[in-house]
């Protein structure tokens, strides 16, 4: 009887398990923040909120600029951005072999490198005239040398305090002349460590990173093309779609690069260039023009992405380097911009500056007073769902889970009476065969011991 009664309940128990996942067959196909295949960056950009806010009317007015392709802090705190004056890069700037064709025009002959006085904006010196061709990159060191990259003449320079009389003290690459060994394709970036060694992100064409001395001797490179001859789902490490800047972490001993249309940051060890590991997030999306670092609040990556898609608004982005969620958003007009190039970040993350290639801009934002730990994260994907979680079609009710629960109870009553019901008629039917039967009382009573005792050797 006990293997009868057994049978009768597994009859029961797909039953008995559907009715205990009242309102929950949904979940298999629910996503919840992000998790969805189609991402909806606008959406996600949306939940973010920020800390930093514009400051309108800077810089001061008498401030005249080109399409703005750099921006950096000097050792005493000034801005300074590197411009292209009269200048504009079209399909026509360069040949198939990514030589110049303007070389005509000659230098620009306005100033190119201005510094602007944080706090109002003003000009406080400028250098950098009948030197460039089409500025790119600029970084200024510990010491307060300048760096410069040139696509045009694919060329890298470095200069004195304040431009050193627009006198390099170092030029490396061939003028006008794109290639590849000692020679640059539109190299894009400079990183430089304390020792004096620095790094060069080269560039457009090239898609390596190259380390030298402070003598400018070759260390090491590495890096190649994610986007020529092979095509990768998600690019690999190493490989780089237009390494478009670089920045360093000097906290961490580590170099990091802008993977331009990879949309991601790729980090290496300074040392060696060792790959560290990479940042990505879909609320950004698959373009990210620029980043700079701040060792603030254990160290947050400012990011600049590009016109991409639109689903993905072009903003600013703060992002945590341990945990890589992204933080905040940040931007000009509506949190947003049309064509960020370069992103600069005070060491304490108090202050950040944008410049844009068009409009003709370069923008301050300030930390809000309100809020010193800067850390406003998104929802990282939830793992239990609530009902405020879900959409309102799938919410369940308290009344739907009580009917769920009453459902429940009259199944497990039900299948308790008829259990029962059975084992009583097959005790009143085995009394009745025995008290018709020839055997003597001690027979009887086995029987009956069988019945009562359930034992498996009787039955």
Same mark, same amino acid.
């Given at each position: 009887?006990?293997?009868?009664?057994?049978?009768?309940?597994?009859?029961?128990?797909?039953?008995?398990?559907?009715?205990?996942?009242?309102?929950?067959?949904?979940?298999?196909?629910?996503?919840?923040? +992000?998790?969805?295949?189609?991402?909806?960056?606008?959406?996600?950009?949306?939940?973010?909120? &920020?800390?930093?806010?514009?400051?309108?009317?800077?810089?001061?007015?008498?401030?005249?600029?080109?399409?703005?392709?750099?921006?950096?802090?000097?050792?005493?705190?000034?801005?300074? %951005?590197?411009?292209?004056?009269?200048?504009?890069? &079209?399909?026509?700037?360069?040949?198939?072999?990514?030589?110049?064709?303007?070389?005509?025009?000659?230098?620009?002959?306005?100033? &190119?490198?201005?510094?602007?006085?944080?706090?109002?904006?003003?000009?406080?010196?400028?250098?950098?005239?009948?030197?460039?061709?089409?500025?790119?990159?600029?970084?200024?060191? #510990?010491?307060?040398?300048?760096?410069?990259?040139?696509?045009?003449? #694919?060329?890298?320079?470095?200069?004195?305090?304040?431009?050193?009389?627009?006198?390099?003290?170092? %030029?490396?690459?061939?003028?006008?002349?794109?290639?590849?060994?000692?020679?640059?394709?539109?190299?894009?970036?400079?990183? *430089? /460590?304390?020792?004096?060694?620095?790094?060069?992100?080269?560039?457009?064409?090239?898609?390596?990173?190259?380390?030298?001395?402070?003598?400018?001797?070759?260390?090491?490179?590495?890096?190649?093309?994610?986007?020529?001859? #092979?095509?990768?789902?998600?690019?690999?490490?190493?490989?780089?779609?237009?390494?478009?800047? !670089?920045?360093?972490?000097?906290?961490?001993?580590?170099?990091?690069?802008?993977?331009?249309?990879?949309?991601?940051?790729?980090?290496?060890?300074?040392?060696? @260039?060792?790959?560290?590991?990479?940042? #990505?997030?879909?609320?950004? +999306?698959?373009?990210?023009?620029?980043?700079?670092?701040?060792?603030?609040?254990?160290?947050?990556?400012?990011?600049?992405? @590009?016109?991409?898609?639109?689903? &993905?608004?072009?903003?600013?982005?703060?992002?945590?380097?341990?945990?890589?969620?992204?933080?905040?958003?940040? @931007?000009?007009?509506?949190?947003?911009?049309?064509?960020?190039?370069?992103?600069?970040?005070?060491?304490?993350?108090?202050? *950040?500056?944008?410049?844009? /290639?068009?409009?003709?801009?370069?923008?301050?934002?300030?930390?809000?007073?309100?809020?010193?730990?800067?850390?406003?994260?998104?929802?990282?994907?939830?793992?239990?769902?609530?009902?405020?979680? /879900?959409?309102?079609?799938?919410?369940?009710?308290?009344?739907?889970?009580?009917?769920?629960?009453?459902?429940?109870? %009259?199944?497990? !009553?039900?299948?308790?009476? +008829?259990?029962?019901?059975?084992?009583?008629? !097959?005790?009143?039917?085995?009394?009745?065969?025995?008290?018709?039967?020839?055997?003597?009382?001690?027979?009887?009573?086995?029987?009956?011991?069988?019945?009562?005792?359930?034992?498996?050797?009787?039955?």
């Amino acid at each position: 009887m006990h293997h009868k009664i057994s049978s009768i309940l597994l009859l029961f128990l797909p039953f008995l398990i559907t009715s205990t996942q009242v309102s929950r067959p949904f979940l298999k196909d629910l996503k919840v923040n +992000g998790s969805k295949e189609s991402f909806n960056a606008t959406a996600a950009n949306e939940k973010l909120n &920020t800390t930093y806010s514009v400051v309108p009317d800077w810089p001061d007015g008498s401030v005249k600029l080109g399409s703005v392709s750099a921006v950096t802090l000097d050792v005493d705190g000034n801005v300074v %951005v590197f411009h292209r004056d009269d200048r504009l890069w &079209t399909a026509n700037t360069f040949d198939m072999s990514n030589v110049y064709r303007e070389q005509f025009k000659g230098a620009i002959k306005g100033f &190119t490198v201005l510094a602007l006085d944080k706090a109002s904006g003003r000009v406080v010196y400028k250098w950098g005239r009948n030197l460039f061709y089409m500025p790119h990159g600029l970084t200024i060191d #510990h010491e307060n040398n300048a760096w410069a990259t040139d696509v045009a003449l #694919h060329q890298v320079m470095k200069f004195g305090p304040k431009g050193s009389s627009d006198k390099p003290l170092m %030029v490396l690459g061939s003028k006008f002349l794109p290639g590849q060994g000692n020679k640059f394709c539109k190299p894009t970036s400079v990183a *430089v /460590l304390k020792n004096g060694d620095f790094f060069v992100a080269d560039g457009y064409c090239n898609a390596r990173i190259i380390k030298f001395n402070k003598a400018g001797e070759q260390i090491l490179q590495w890096g190649e093309h994610s986007f020529m001859g #092979h095509s990768f789902p998600v690019a690999p490490r190493n490989h780089f779609a237009i390494p478009h800047a !670089l920045t360093l972490l000097q906290d961490k001993n580590i170099v990091c690069a802008a993977d331009r249309e990879n949309g991601r940051i790729q980090c290496f060890t300074a040392l060696n @260039g060792t790959f560290v590991g990479q940042f #990505h997030s879909q609320t950004i +999306g698959d373009r990210l023009f620029s980043m700079a670092y701040s060792p603030a609040s254990n160290g947050q990556f400012f990011i600049v992405n @590009g016109p991409d898609s639109p689903n &993905t608004p072009v903003s600013g982005y703060v992002m945590d380097y341990k945990s890589k969620n992204v933080l905040s958003r940040f @931007g000009a007009q509506n949190f947003q911009f049309s064509n960020p190039h370069d992103v600069a970040v005070s060491e304490d993350a108090e202050e *950040v500056y944008v410049v844009e /290639l068009d409009p003709y801009k370069v923008y301050k934002f300030v930390k809000s007073k309100t809020d010193k730990s800067g850390r406003i994260p998104v929802k990282p994907t939830v793992t239990s769902v609530d009902d405020k979680d /879900l959409p309102s079609a799938a919410k369940t009710t308290r009344s739907d889970r009580k009917k769920g629960s009453l459902a429940l109870l %009259v199944v497990v !009553l039900v299948v308790l009476f +008829g259990v029962l019901t059975l084992a009583m008629t !097959l005790l009143i039917s085995r009394r009745r065969r025995r008290g018709n039967d020839s055997k003597d009382k001690l027979s009887q009573g086995i029987e009956y011991n069988k019945l009562v005792a359930g034992d498996d050797d009787f039955e």
